[in-house]
């Protein structure tokens, strides 16, 4: 705005100072009216930068306050609009630990460019990860003002401890299959001396414990080669699926576990259930998490718990 400004001297040394708006008056060849569009068109640049930038933005006091937020910066800190943040201060949005920290980086970012990860918390969700960058934008002024740029990398944060996680078990599985192939050797010779103890007709009176030492060997046998099932990487296959042998493998091996969580397991599988085509370590795998979450359930409640594994035939009618 271009203004002409008189002043006069009023009574008792007061001046008196009248404005008028004189920018329509400028000619557009005027040298005052080109500065003055090239301000205006400036001025306007700056929020359509701000605002169309891809990725969060504040504008910040040195003390973390807001000033200014374009509108992923408002999308990110969950604000409905900019007026909803303005005289808030980032650090509200900061884990307690951190908060020492963001504002220690503030304060540096006065001097130099300042660049972080940062955990943003808000109520009733999961928290954000961000990689911000903090830059002072008018260091020629007494008071600073800060530019707080952020790219959200909670996806890439969680696809990098998925991925963890996947090598973590893909490790897991290489040793429990190593312990199991180690295993099996002496199970086997368990087993094959205890059916040799139990058919002395010398040793009788030893039969029944040679009996019990063979079965049990043998249990533990079959659980040894069901761990070897789920360690082992193998293309997904179609085929019939017992699934009365598929509860037997999975109570085999969550046996200890149940009888530590005072669980009992009801199994009704009638005989003439047909066979299913499926993949039998993935239904395995689907049994084993359901058994493993009642599990976990009854323990929660503190007392004894009954789980029931059902299956029956079901017509299905279509028309």
């Given at each position: 705005?271009?203004?002409?400004?008189?002043?006069?001297?009023?009574?008792?040394?007061?001046?008196?100072?009248?404005?008028?708006?004189?920018r329509?008056?400028?000619?557009?060849?005027?040298?005052?009216?080109h500065?003055?569009?090239?301000?205006?068109?400036?001025?306007?640049?700056?929020?359509?930068?701000?605002?169309?930038?891809?990725?969060?933005?504040?504008?910040?006091?040195?003390?973390?306050?807001?000033?200014?937020?374009?509108?992923?910066?408002?999308?990110?800190?969950?604000?409905?609009?900019?007026?909803?943040?303005?005289?808030?201060?980032?650090?509200?949005?900061?884990?307690?630990?951190?908060?020492?920290?963001?504002?220690?980086g503030?304060?540096?970012?006065?001097?130099?460019?300042?660049?972080?990860?940062?955990?943003?918390?808000?109520?009733?969700?999961?928290?954000?990860?961000?990689?911000?960058?903090?830059?002072n934008?008018?260091?020629?002024?007494?008071?600073?003002?800060?530019?707080?740029?952020?790219?959200?990398?909670?996806?890439?944060?969680?696809?990098?401890?998925?991925?963890?996680?996947?090598?973590?078990?893909?490790?897991?599985?290489?040793?429990?299959?190593g312990?199991?192939?180690?295993?099996?050797?002496?199970?086997?010779?368990?087993?094959?001396?205890?059916?040799?103890?139990?058919?002395?007709?010398?040793?009788?009176?030893?039969?029944?414990?040679a009996?019990?030492i063979?079965a049990?060997a043998?249990?533990?046998?079959?659980?040894?080669?069901?761990?070897?099932?789920?360690?082992?990487?193998?293309?997904?296959m179609?085929?019939?699926?017992?699934?009365?042998?598929?509860?037997e493998?999975?109570?085999?091996?969550q046996?200890?576990?149940l009888?530590?969580?005072?669980?009992?397991?009801?199994?009704?599988v009638?005989?003439?259930?047909?066979?299913?085509?499926?993949?039998?370590?993935?239904?395995?795998?689907?049994?084993?998490?359901?058994?493993?979450?009642?599990?976990?359930?009854?323990?929660?409640?503190g007392?004894?718990?009954?789980?029931?594994?059902?299956?029956?035939?079901?017509?299905?009618?279509?028309?």
């Open positions: 705005m271009v203004l002409e400004t008189r002043v006069t001297r009023g009574p008792r040394n007061h001046l008196v100072m009248v404005f008028r708006q004189v329509e008056d400028l000619a557009p060849e005027a040298r005052s009216a500065l003055l569009n090239a301000f205006d068109s400036e001025r306007r640049l700056y929020p359509q930068v701000f605002n169309s930038l891809p990725t969060p933005a504040l504008v910040l006091t040195a003390d973390g306050q807001i000033l200014e937020a374009n509108p992923e910066g408002i999308r990110l800190l969950g604000a409905s609009d900019p007026l909803a943040l303005r005289g808030r201060t980032l650090v509200e949005w900061a884990p307690v630990p951190q908060r020492t920290a963001l504002a220690a503030l304060r540096d970012a006065v001097t130099r460019r300042q660049e972080f990860h940062l955990a943003l918390e808000f109520a009733g969700e999961s928290s954000r990860e961000v990689h911000a960058l903090i830059v934008i008018d260091a020629a002024r007494s008071s600073p003002t800060l530019l707080f740029l952020a790219l959200d990398v909670s996806r890439e944060m969680l696809l990098q401890r998925r991925l963890l996680q996947a090598d973590r078990l893909s490790q897991l599985g290489a040793l429990v299959s312990v199991a192939h180690e295993l099996n050797n002496p199970l086997a010779a368990i087993a094959a001396f205890a059916e040799l103890l139990a058919g002395d007709p010398h040793q009788a009176d030893v039969k029944e414990s009996d019990i063979c049990e043998m249990r533990a046998g079959r659980i040894v080669r069901t761990l070897l099932d789920f360690a082992r990487q193998r293309p997904r179609e085929v019939a699926v017992d699934l009365a042998e598929v509860f493998r999975v109570l085999a091996l046996r200890n576990a009888k530590k969580a005072r669980v009992r397991v009801a199994l009704s009638p005989d003439e259930l047909p066979t299913v085509v499926g993949d039998p370590h993935e239904l395995q795998q689907v049994v084993l998490n359901a058994v493993v979450n009642a599990r976990q359930a009854v323990e929660a409640a007392r004894p718990g009954k789980i029931t594994i059902a299956a029956q035939r079901t017509a299905i009618m279509c028309s």
